[in-house]
């Protein structure tokens, strides 16, 4: 079936830097991407997320990118602090007609990102 | 608010036994889901349901039931537990509604069979 995955499953960055998490999916019909953090021993929350008729959504240093064209996604997320440090998780799903999931999200492998002090 | 609520956070089968693994959530939210979350994998998802008596099946519902009697609660019931059922299981809630599709995720049950 068709799924979501991430070009690197680890990221090591310093501290202060940015940071871009890459995320391949490959349903062309998906319409809406989450991403998701996930601390060790925690569920998943959610960071930001983006609709396939947006390029770019911004919130607090983070930043969404999406190229339908290759089916790409990342997150940047800007000057890096340890607390960053956890899975990052993209998510893809295809919005009803409404234009409101029903939660039923796929999800990426995972990337881990470290932030060394 | 507490958000959503899982329990037990850490369990230990042996195979063939049966247990159910309890979510809860106080917002009031009509969507609920149950994911499992595998080492090394992203989450997939088990059941879920959009309200009260309304339940569906998501990519991997095999040796699991749900039922959805309140708004509030949705366990998820192991009937004969499987060393291939060990995993992470995360319960999330939702509104049906709104511009976006935040899913609240619980903390999480361990669960361990032997």
């Not at chain 2, 958000?3 to 037990?8: F, I, L, N």
């Not at chain 2, 990519?59 to 309140?70: D, K, L």
């Amino acid at each position: 079936g068709e799924s979501v995955g991430l070009h690197l499953p680890t990221l090591s960055v310093q501290e202060g830097d940015n940071s871009i998490i890459n995320c391949a999916y490959s349903n062309s019909a998906s319409d809406y991407f989450i991403w998701y953090k996930q601390e060790s021993g925690k569920g998943p929350q959610f960071i930001i997320d983006i609709r396939s008729n947006m390029d770019k959504r911004q919130g607090q240093r983070v930043t969404v990118l999406l190229n339908k064209t290759v089916k790409h996604l990342s997150l940047q997320i800007a000057a890096t602090q340890p607390g960053d440090s956890a899975v990052y998780f993209c998510a893809e799903t295809l919005s009803n007609a409404g234009g409101t999931s029903y939660g039923k999200l796929t999800f990426g492998q995972g990337t881990i990102l470290t932030v060394h002090p | 608010n507490a958000g959503v609520t899982q329990t037990p956070k850490f369990q230990v089968l042996k195979t063939g036994q049966s247990m159910t693994l309890q979510c809860a959530q106080d917002m009031n939210h009509e969507y609920m889901s149950w994911y499992r979350q595998d080492p090394g994998m992203g989450l997939r998802l088990i059941h879920y349901s959009v309200g009260a008596g309304i339940t569906d099946q998501g990519e991997v519902p095999n040796g699991y039931n749900v039922s959805r009697s309140t708004t509030e609660d949705f366990p998820l019931r192991l009937l004969s537990a499987a060393p291939s059922q060990t995993s992470v299981y995360f319960c999330a809630s939702r509104r049906t509604s709104g511009p976006t599709d935040t899913q609240y995720f619980g903390p999480g049950t361990r669960l361990t069979v032997l």
